[in-house]
Nanobody, 125 residues
Framework: QVQVVESGGGRVQAGGALRLSCTAS????????LGWWRQAPGKVREFVAV???????FYDDSVEGRFTISRENAKNMVYLEMNGLEPADPAVYYC???????????????????WGQGTPVTVSS
């Protein structure tokens, strides 16, 4: 049974940092790209970052230079280090897994096979 579970969300002051973690169990993570998405209230789910099984990293322009994605296949883990959090960053952050290769962009939610339940991030001014 595949389980994707995020942790690490919380409240942080603007300019602060948080590290999100995600465990993807029950699947061969070495054959999956692992990504982070977010959804703010009233908005569509949007792409944040993805790391392929070849360790190539891709980011949305809005987080480039502030967020860093990484993975540890031996632990079935993917992380999102978030620095310089801004008022536009609060959302529920979701971890997702996409079998890879075979996905054209990894920037569409339909390309992902498994999703977690999300972890909320709040930024206070």
């Amino acid at each position: 049974q595949v389980q994707v579970v995020e942790s690490g969300g919380g409240r942080v002051q603007a300019g602060g940092a948080l590290r999100l973690s995600c465990t993807a169990s029950g699947l061969p993570v070495a054959k999956y790209a692992l990504g982070w998405w977010r959804q703010a209230p009233g908005k569509v789910r949007e792409f944040v970052a993805v790391i392929t099984n070849m360790y190539n990293e891709f980011y949305d322009d809005s987080v480039e230079g502030r967020f860093t994605i990484s993975r540890e296949n031996a632990k079935n883990m993917v992380y999102l280090e978030m620095n310089g959090l801004e008022p536009a960053d609060p959302a529920v952050y979701y971890c997702a897994a996409a079998s890879f290769p075979g996905r054209p962009s990894l920037r569409l939610p339909t390309e992902y096979d498994y999703w977690g339940q999300g972890t909320p991030v709040t930024v206070s001014s």
